[in-house]
């Protein structure tokens, strides 16, 4: 039982992680018809100044939270604006590669300030419970208590805000917000700067439960993109259900696999999550929030 409550924490906290980098994708996407794959490099540039400031410099953890989280709105600004508006109109397997390119040449600059080592965050979650037998960290507890949060917020801002409800118009049909007065170019901008954000914050979480940033943190937020499109690229909802699929089935991978499928090899749950996009791509082919229109890349 202390063995299947342990696998349960850990797959909730996984989840929630890729739950926040999922929403930055689905935001972006619905925003600007434009799956991104640059959502890694925002990932781990957020992670990586978080470390910076907070472990390296030796300042506030939420003061460098802040700072990284700044950072990491500016860099998705920078890339919408100088890189991305220019494609508007373009073919979207153009821009998706476009954005490849981008996360690599973001990938490498930061990789290259990291360095080989892990970098500490100065987490303030050290602390762990025992709870039956299974151990609860606190940077768990966190992480799915600060995904929770974070989501109910950008629900409600989509919801109530008049500039969310420009942004779901501007999803819903472009030319229709443009003939109602509404700044698709604001509305594309502050997609990527929300999606920026949130990334830095998962970067922050990767961090604290991973023992630091690493140059190999960028993976683990690539395994965000199985979860949106498990759960249908176009839906928030769905980014969230696909997050808890992904999350709990490489947990319970990582947890049951060893001792009883060992033949499968050491690292068969990094795995399970592209083999759960796989099958639920086989039944479902939209995912299972997706609209059935989604143009695929």
């Known amino acids: 039982m202390s063995q299947f409550l342990q696998a349960t924490v850990n797959g909730l906290s996984?989840?929630?992680?890729?739950a926040l980098i999922a929403v930055g994708f689905v935001v972006i996407y619905k925003s600007t018809q434009v799956l991104s794959f640059a959502q890694p490099a925002l990932v781990v540039t957020g992670a990586y100044f978080v470390a910076y400031f907070g472990f390296t410099l030796g300042w506030n953890f939420w003061v460098a939270l802040g700072l990284a989280v700044l950072i990491a709105i500016g860099v998705g600004l920078t890339v919408e604006r100088a890189?991305?508006?220019?494609?508007?109109?373009?073919?979207v397997f153009s821009v998706a590669i476009l954005t490849i390119g981008l996360d690599v040449a973001i990938r490498t600059v930061i990789n290259d300030?990291?360095?080989?080592?892990?970098?500490?965050?100065?987490?303030p979650w050290l602390g762990q419970w025992d709870w039956g037998g299974a151990f609860i960290r606190h940077a768990q507890v966190a992480t799915i208590v600060i995904t929770?949060?974070?989501v109910i917020a950008v629900m409600a801002f989509f919801q109530y805000s008049r500039l969310g409800l420009a942004m779901r118009a501007?999803?819903?049909d472009q030319e229709v917000a443009l003939a109602q007065g509404i700044s698709v170019a604001v509305v594309f901008a502050v997609a990527w700067g929300m999606a920026g954000g949130l990334a830095a914050v998962a970067g922050m979480l990767i961090g604290t439960g991973f023992a630091g940033v690493s140059a190999g943190t960028a993976f683990v937020a690539l395994k965000a993109l199985p979860a949106i499109v498990v759960g249908g690229i176009?839906?928030?909802p769905g980014a969230l259900v696909g997050s808890l699929i992904v999350g709990m089935a490489e947990a319970y991978a990582a947890t049951y696999q060893?001792?009883?499928?060992?033949?499968?090899?050491?690292?068969?749950s990094q795995v399970v999550p592209?083999?759960?996009?796989?099958?639920?791509?086989?039944?479902?082919?939209?995912?299972l929030f997706g609209t059935k229109e989604v143009e695929r890349v």
């Open 258 to 268: 060893a001792g009883n499928f060992d033949f499968l090899g050491a690292s068969f």
């Open 14 to 18: 996984l989840a929630a992680v890729y």
């Open 148 to 150: 929770i949060v974070l």
């Open 83 to 91: 890189a991305l508006r220019p494609m508007i109109g373009k073919p």
């Open 234 to 236: 176009d839906s928030l």
């Open 170 to 172: 501007a999803a819903f």
């Open 113 to 123: 300030l990291i360095g080989v080592d892990f970098l500490g965050v100065g987490s």
């Open 274 to 287: 592209w083999l759960v996009m796989f099958v639920v791509l086989l039944v479902r082919p939209y995912g």
